[in-house]
C-alpha cells in the first residue's frame, strides 16, 4: 500500500537509539490518510485512541469497533452497523476503524455519506459514466455507508441502496453502516441480539419502513449489529 508504514508498521510510533519512543514521520501525512480515505474534514481527527466512553453501550461500541479493526480481514466480508441516537460518535467510531485498518493493514477502504453516495451515482448515470465509476466503489474492500436512510427515499433512491447492499452481500465485501433507525423494531424478541438491546431505548424509526425487509436482512447476515445510547455529544451543554 503506498502509504503504510514500513517503518513504524502502522502504529504510528518508532522506538530510537536508546529506547527512546517518539511519533513515527508517517503520522505528519496523516491528511493524506483522510483525503485517501474521503473523510470529511469535520472528523479529520477521530481516532478509536480519542472515543472517549461515558457509558456500558459506548464501551462495547468501542470494543466491538476495536476487535473488527484489528481482526479484519477482507476476504470475509464482515462488516458493523452501528444504530444509535444523534451524537453518541457512530461516524467517528466507523472513521476509526477505517483509518486503523489503513494504517495497519494496508486495506484502502472509503468513506461515503449515503445520500451523497447516491447523487454521485445518479450524476454518473446521467452523463452516461455507470459502469466502471461505479463498479470500483462497489468493489472497495471496505466501504462506510454513513447516515443509512436518513432521508426520505424516491424509489429509485431506495433501489439503489437495495444494489449497494446485495452488491456488497453477494460478493463478500465489508460494510460499516451508521444510522439513526432501528433495524426491524423486534430486536428486543431476538435472541442473537436481546441482551446488547437490554435496557435501551432503540430508536422508533425502523430501517424495514425504508429499505423494506430484504435489504435488512442482508445487512443483519453481512454486519455486527452495534446499539449505543448516550449523550449527544454536539451539545456540550448537556
Ligand atoms: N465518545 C466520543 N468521544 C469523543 N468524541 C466524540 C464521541 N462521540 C462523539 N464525538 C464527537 O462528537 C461529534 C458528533 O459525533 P458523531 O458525528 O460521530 O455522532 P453520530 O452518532 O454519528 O451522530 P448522527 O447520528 O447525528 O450522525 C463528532 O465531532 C465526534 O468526533
Ligand atoms: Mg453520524
Known amino acids: 500500500m503506498e502509504t503504510y508504514c514500513e517503518r513504524c508498521r ?67 466480508g464482515r462488516g458493523l452497523t452501528f ?9 467517528h467510531l466507523a472513521v476509526g476503524v477505517l483509518k486503523k485498518i489503513y494504517r495497519e493493514k494496508g486495506v484502502r477502504g472509503m468513506f461515503f455519506d449515503t445520500k451523497d453516495l447516491i447523487y454521485r451515482f445518479k450524476a454518473l448515470i446521467e452523463v452516461g459514466r455507470t459502469a466502471r465509476a461505479i463498479k470500483t466503489v462497489l468493489n472497495l474492500p471496505l466501504l462506510v455507508l454513513d447516515d443509512l436512510g436518513s432521508e426520505r427515499l424516491s424509489d429509485w433512491q431506495r433501489e439503489m441502496i437495495s444494489y449497494i447492499i446485495s452488491y456488497r452481500y453477494n460478493n463478500l465485501k465489508s460494510t460499516l453502516i451508521t444510522t439513526n433507525f432501528s433495524l426491524t423494531g423486534e430486536e428486543k424478541k431476538d435472541r442473537r441480539i436481546r441482551k446488547m438491546v437490554d435496557g435501551l431505548e432503540l430508536p422508533k424509526a425502523l ?23 448516550g449523550r449527544d455529544r454536539r451539545r456540550r451543554s448537556l
Open 207 to 229: 430501517m424495514t419502513d425504508r429499505l423494506g425487509a430484504g435489504t435488512v436482512s442482508r445487512i443483519y447476515e453481512m454486519t455486527k449489529v452495534i446499539y449505543m445510547q
Open 83 to 91: 444504530i444509535g441516537p444523534p451524537g453518541v460518535g457512530k461516524t
Open 10 to 76: 502502522g502504529t504510528g510510533f518508532v522506538k530510537e537509539e536508546g529506547g527512546a519512543v517518539s511519533l513515527c514521520s508517517c503520522r505528519f501525512s496523516l491528511k493524506d490518510t483522510n483525503r485517501i480515505l474521503g473523510i470529511p474534514r469535520r472528523f479529520w481527527d477521530a481516532e478509536l485512541d480519542n472515543y472517549v466512553c461515558e457509558n456500558a453501550s459506548e464501551s462495547e461500541a468501542f470494543k466491538e469497533a476495536y476487535i473488527y479493526a484489528s481482526s479484519y480481514d477482507p476476504e470475509e
